[in-house]
């Protein structure tokens, strides 16, 4: 059964949009999410962030990257010498996605699919339409998923530089909504992991955890001097 199209108003407007997207029905997971997360930050942010959709604690506070991943993007951007209030932080899906563990009230994350992505990727593309980015940073494989494409591998193509024009092709977005999020043709787009794979790698011990962080300061650093 196809999704309604979600309601998103033509506005360039955050607090438009992030009104708009609090009743937002476009996919299933409103239903047992307690709220929609939108971006936030200013529109005057040269860098916008997308991570993939909130955590448990995202999910209560509604605002994005507030829980354990936060507080390590948080340290990471410190450690690139960007500062947050110069950036824009979002996230594919706004809609925390999660199943209960058997036993227990915690609830675990799920990857959101495809047909999630799509019905939020409007969304997406408001956001950047009005904040008109010049960097955006990617973080981890379902942001880049829902803009530039199943094809890209941020294994192989973290930390360098790419136009925002050059990707569109690969990108999900038709060429009509490429050309209507309206960012200029010299943006760039800088790909990296997520911050949770790096405290997942800290989990593991030994020094993966801190070249892991060192890998996502390093990737940050490069979009920092964009
Ligand atoms: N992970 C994300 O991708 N986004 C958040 O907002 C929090 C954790």
């Given at each position: 059964e196809p999704e309604p199209p979600a309601p998103v108003p033509r506005s360039r407007s955050l607090d438009r949009l992030r009104k708009a997207a609090a009743g937002c029905q476009a996919c299933g997971l409103y239903a047992d999410a307690t709220q929609t997360v939108f971006g936030a930050g200013?529109?005057?942010?040269r860098l916008l962030l997308v991570g993939e959709q909130p955590g448990d604690v995202e999910d209560r506070e509604g605002d994005p990257f507030v829980g354990p991943a936060g507080k390590l993007l948080d340290r990471a951007l410190v450690d690139a010498r960007i500062?947050?209030?110069g950036v824009y932080v979002t996230n594919a899906v706004k809609h925390f996605k999660f199943r209960r563990a058997e036993r227990g009230k915690r609830r675990i994350h799920q990857k959101p699919d495809a047909g999630e992505l799509a019905a939020c990727r409007p969304w997406l593309r408001a956001e950047l339409a009005a904040v008109q980015p010049e960097v955006v940073v990617v973080l981890g494989a379902t942001a880049a998923a829902t803009?530039?494409?199943?094809?890209?591998r941020v294994s192989h193509q973290r930390g360098q530089p790419h136009s925002w024009s050059e990707l569109a092709a690969a990108s999900p977005l038709t060429s009509d909504e490429h050309d209507d999020?309206?960012?200029?043709?010299?943006a760039m787009v800088v790909a990296t992991v997520h911050p949770s794979s790096v405290l997942r790698a800290r989990g593991m011990g030994g020094d993966q955890g801190a070249a892991a962080y060192d890998g996502l300061v390093s990737d940050l650093t490069v979009a920092a001097h964009l």
């Open positions: 200013s529109r005057d942010a500062t947050r209030s803009l530039l494409g199943r094809a890209f999020v309206g960012i200029g043709d010299d």
